[in-house]
């Protein structure tokens, strides 16, 4: 999706929603939020004409749980989609959203469906990019390579 226009269906900018988790299980990924919306931001203004980072922070802390949906901000960003006001999700890393494969395949699924992208800033490692293109394959989702 980097350089290409994201298909609103609405004139004026396209509304990008940031969404950040922060870990407390990882030892290995100790990244803050704002090391993770730093980067979001900078691919969001990289990426095409005409994209706006929204100013509401969707950003949950360490003891929010990336095994479950109850997260006060991921809550908050699904109401903004609900509602209209975000045209695309931006996460550092798919991980972000959930620490479960089969979560994220699932939030893909219903995002894009709801014709909401969601863009990963930065790659998976190859096992996992793997696992989640086998899953979206068996849910019968065809994403495009770049954007796994």
Not at 8 to 13: D, Q, V
Not at 57 to 68: A, L
Not at 78 to 104: C, G, H, P, Y
Not at 128 to 133: E, P, S, T
């Amino acid at each position: 999706m980097k350089g290409r226009r994201a298909s609103t269906g609405r004139s004026g900018p396209v509304r990008c929603a940031i969404y950040t988790r922060t870990s407390s299980t990882l030892s290995w990924d100790r990244d803050t939020a704002e090391a993770q919306r730093s980067r979001c931001e900078q691919y969001i203004h990289g990426s095409a004409a005409g994209w706006q980072v929204l100013p509401n922070r969707y950003d949950d802390g360490p003891e929010q749980s990336g095994q479950r949906l109850d997260r006060p901000a991921f809550l908050r960003l699904v109401e903004d989609i609900r509602r209209r006001r975000v045209d695309v999700v931006v996460v550092d890393r798919l991980d972000r959203l959930a620490e479960s494969t089969l979560l994220i395949g699932c939030l893909m699924a219903v995002f894009v469906e709801r014709g909401i992208p969601i863009l990963s800033v930065r790659k998976e490692p190859e096992p996992l990019k793997r696992a989640k293109r086998e899953l979206l394959e068996e849910i019968g989702l065809d994403i495009d390579e770049e954007d796994l």
